[in-house]
């Protein structure tokens, strides 16, 4: 096999059973991560980075055993050491009958149990696992020669307070959102779920980065054979670092090629809720508010929390509302070439002339007039998304409203067509899911193509095609396109094109083999 | 190994059976039947039932195996090696000719510009893409797509109430019995080429004693669905086109399509129409594709891409020989009445008989 080719096989064609890893550089201080514990070697790892400070001091008493407390500048509460770990060390001890007992040996196990007063105590006995600690934002006390040291919660630093996600904004419901760090967001999830069911499963990702990351289900409900492969394949990453979700979500999903989002995120802890207790896993990472959850099945990016918070009636047709925009998002451009160029007999013959008058004068075919028109609004799209605000909405106006008027008036496009992609632009905002909405907009241009090339029959082979494809992807071994294909009847008369009441809720979508099928309650 | 349930039996059997057939059942039965040959539908779909359940009984005593393997066990490896063959071939030629069917009709109705090769090439991709995915994706596929050609069909149908002439089924029963039973011999090919299928999926279907009731239930729902939507189809184009244009008019459900016209909106929806037809048409084509696929693996040991492939290019071969109307429908007919009918009709019932009599026997 040639090397190109065996170069383009490496890209396409992921190893089975484990994902693609791609190997850690080897660094100078490898080896002593594997030395016994010792402040010395603590301070020639870190010391050349200038964040880092070392705090030396004596243990008082006889034993005057030297002390190394070590914390990062900046991911410490500097409040909580001193009041809480010098001052006890270094004043208070002073008078303490159990200080004339402490030696090399016994010092470590005397002062968790009687010196410091904190809750997030404890010993460490591995260099690898003292590094971590340290660079984590916790502090570590190193004693003299001893092989162990004291590793304390003393987290803080600065964070974004719980703000309302922009990206999930709601009407009706709680608005607040998760941060960027890991353990507040574990307690917005314990504030909605108070159950000892609720599990939260830590790990860490990145041989570089060491990102914290925890699993989030309810044992009582979820589907164990699910949380086993979530942590399966999670354990199989490797990579240097783990910066946001994304990495691991391209990692774990089970058709990385498809333009489909396999797996659903969230902001809110109370979505994030809502999922763990239809029996779904959570994917919290520190240092991102995106929260992954898996399984995810098709129908759930069209669907969004606020339905639940709504009166059944005004849920169901926000959902009707954005089933109708799905779909127009899809085939209104394609829709629009195939019947202008190729299936005219179906538009009434008034229609016709006012499309026809509409068109006279536009030099080009439906097929590029759309693609031309959808490929400006992307760009328009893309341009506006990264700016500053008030410049975003510039480049709307004079996008969509300054230079689509001039191409009209110059004949360069029909008003029709700048009606039709407009709707297209309105209707692709009515999905809720990001990813799902990339999607729909990746799959248009073909689509076009399609319909300018062969008409409806171009555009019937396209959506099999999709539906196809959609038919054959799973999450997590949940078949995407449930509970429609596979029918679950209830499922879908329950919660999919409608909501039911509340009080009629009773029973567990059937999406899942979940553990407890029918949720508590008379209803 | 895959599975499929008892639900996406019925809809995908219902979609094999419908298929291609409403398009020219109408014309068939009433070249017999006259102006009564859209009663005989009924009574033709009808024995698939006792075929149907003879071999889902077969599948109880042996699982997991399709009826090509049970043949082998009944008749021995030779005689169970040229039923395998002939079977084969029966898909691969009727599977050919309907492809070749889409060509012609989406060419003739409402796209005359453009070459044939590209309707064959867009049907065989989709149909290649559905046997790569599976039969679970295809039980699927079925599952979303036979209620929107149900719908699509039923509109068709409802939409042309209004232009419907009096007096075009009278008298009825005028020439008595005769030419509903005439009828009838014409659409028992369409059950026997759903048998083709059913023998072979039955190694896909659930084995445990509720969902065998089911599946029976399901083998009724099937006939019935199928057979009342064509007995409609076949009624109301009696009902606006009168006996003789019927006759000549071989996709008449498309004519019908062409004089919609929706509150002066929306008019002539047989382009809309033929986009849901083609679903059908790849359920149809799928499932002979499916039968050559199982053919293969039983006859001569052979499955994988390469063989699906080969198989996708005997299909365009055969479609590229027959391509215009009336020899493509004759063809079609003949495939079905004298090879299709006669093969299955035999086979199914002595299968079925002789491994009653070996159970029956203790061997």
């Known amino acids: 096999m040639s090397s190109w080719m065996k170069m383009l096989k490496d890209l396409t064609v992921r190893p089975k059973g484990e994902r693609r890893i791609r190997k850690s550089p080897s660094f100078s201080f490898d080896e002593d991560m594997n030395k016994p514990i010792s402040g010395q070697t603590v301070k020639e790892i870190l010391s050349k980075s200038s964040d880092i400070v070392f705090r030396e001091f004596n243990f008082p008493g006889k034993s005057r055993i030297p002390c190394m407390l070590v914390v990062v500048d900046g991911l410490v509460d500097k409040n909580i050491l001193d009041q809480f770990v010098l001052k006890p060390l270094m004043v208070d001890l002073n008078h303490h009958p159990d200080l004339e007992r402490v030696t090399l040996a016994n010092v470590i196990d005397i002062t968790i149990q009687s010196f410091l007063p904190g809750i997030e105590i404890k010993k460490i006995v591995k260099m690898e696992e003292a590094v971590s600690t340290i660079l984590s934002g916790d502090a570590v006390i190193f004693f003299g020669e001893s092989s162990e040291a004291i590793s304390i919660g003393a987290r803080g630093w600065a964070n974004r307070g719980v703000n309302e996600p922009i990206a999930e904004s709601i009407v009706k419901g709680p608005h607040e959102g998760f941060t960027e760090t890991l353990r507040i967001n574990t307690s917005l999830l314990r504030r909605k779920i108070k159950h000892p069911s609720l599990r939260i499963i830590s790990l860490k990702l990145g041989d570089i980065s060491n990102t914290e990351l925890v699993v989030v289900y309810i044992e009582k409900i979820a589907n164990k054979d699910i949380v086993s492969e979530v942590l399966l394949r999670l354990s199989k990453i490797k990579m240097d670092s783990v910066i946001d979700v994304g990495y691991i979500e391209e990692m774990i999903e089970d058709f990385p090629y498809s333009p489909f989002p396999q797996i659903a995120y969230t902001e809110r802890p109370d979505v994030l809720a809502g999922k763990l207790l239809e029996g779904k896993v959570g994917i919290i990472l520190d240092g991102t508010p995106i929260v992954l959850v898996v399984p995810a099945i098709l129908m759930e990016f069209l669907n969004v929390n606020e339905d639940y918070y709504q009166r059944a009636m005004t849920a169901i047709l926000s959902r009707f509302v954005r089933y109708v925009g799905s779909f127009v998002a899809v085939v209104a451009p394609s829709t629009y070439i195939a019947v202008t160029t190729f299936h005219q007999e179906i538009i009434p013959t008034d229609l016709l002339m006012s499309i026809s008058a509409g068109r006279q004068g536009v030099p080009f075919p439906a097929l590029l007039e759309a693609l031309t028109m959808t490929i400006v609004l992307e760009i328009l799209q893309e341009a506006g998304l990264r700016l500053p605000k008030p410049i975003g909405q510039t480049i709307g106006i004079v996008g969509a409203l300054i230079i689509g008027d001039a191409a009209v008036n110059a004949g360069l496009v029909s008003p029709l067509m700048v009606i039709i992609i407009g709707l297209t632009a309105v209707a692709s905002y009515a999905i809720p899911y990001y990813d799902l909405s990339l999607a729909v907009r990746l799959l248009r241009f073909p689509l076009m193509i399609l319909a300018g090339i062969l008409g409806f029959f171009g555009v019937a082979v396209g959506l099999y095609a999709i539906l196809i494809h959609l038919l054959g992807l799973r999450s997590f071994g949940v078949p995407y396109t449930s509970p429609i294909a596979p029918l679950r009847v209830r499922a879908l008369l329950q919660d999919t094109f409608v909501r039911a009441p509340w009080w009629a809720l009773k029973r567990r979508p059937q999406l899942i083999d979940v553990q407890e099928p029918r949720s508590k309650g008379k209803g | ?363």
């Open chain 2, 1 to 363: 190994m895959e599975r499929i349930s008892a639900h996406q039996f019925t809809t995908l059997g219902a979609g094999v059976l419908l298929g291609t057939t409403f398009l020219p059942v109408a014309s068939i039965v009433a070249l017999v039947g006259g102006r009564d040959g859209w009663m005989s539908v009924l009574p033709g779909f009808a024995l698939g039932i006792p075929y149907s359940l003879m071999i889902l009984s077969l599948m109880k005593y042996y699982p997991r195996r399709n009826l090509l393997q049970i043949s082998e066990e009944a008749f021995g490896r030779w005689i169970g090696k040229l039923i395998g063959i002939i079977y084969l071939l029966c898909a691969i030629y009727l599977g050919g000719l309907l492809l070749g069917q889409v060509g012609d009709i989406y060419q003739t109705s409402i796209m005359p510009l453009t070459p044939l090769w590209i309707f064959f090439l867009g049907g065989i991709i989709l149909v290649l893409y559905l046997t790569r995915s599976g039969i679970e994706v295809f039980a699927r596929f079925s599952e979303i797509t036979f209620p929107l050609i149900v719908v699509a069909i039923l509109l068709n149908v409802g939409l042309s109430i209004p232009r419907i002439e009096q007096g075009e089924l009278l008298p009825i029963l005028g020439e008595g019995l005769i030419p509903i039973f005439k009828g009838s011999l014409k659409v028992i090919p369409f059950v026997m080429t759903y048998m083709l299928f059913l023998a072979g999926v039955i190694a896909y279907l659930p084995t445990d004693k509720k969902a065998i009731g089911q599946l029976k239930t399901g083998a009724w729902k099937i006939v019935f669905w199928a057979g009342i939507l064509d007995t409609l189809i076949a009624l109301i184009q009696m009902l606006v086109f009168g006996p003789t244009e019927t006759i000549r008019l071989v996709y008449g459900l498309l004519a019908l399509g062409k004089m919609v016209e929706v509150s002066r909106t929306v008019s002539g929806v047989e382009s809309l129409f033929l986009g849901v037809w083609f679903a059908a048409a790849v359920i149809k084509i799928g499932s002979l594709f499916f039968v050559a696929i199982w053919g293969l693996e039983s006859v001569f040991g052979i499955k994988g891409v390469k063989w699906r492939h080969v198989i996708a290019i005997i299909f365009l071969g055969i479609a590229f020989k027959n391509v215009r109307a009336p020899s493509l429908i004759n063809e079609i007919g003949l495939v079905g009445e004298y090879i299709i009918m006669p093969f299955v009709s035999l086979w199914i019932p002595v299968l079925w008989g002789v491994m009653r009599w070996k159970r029956g026997a203790g061997y």
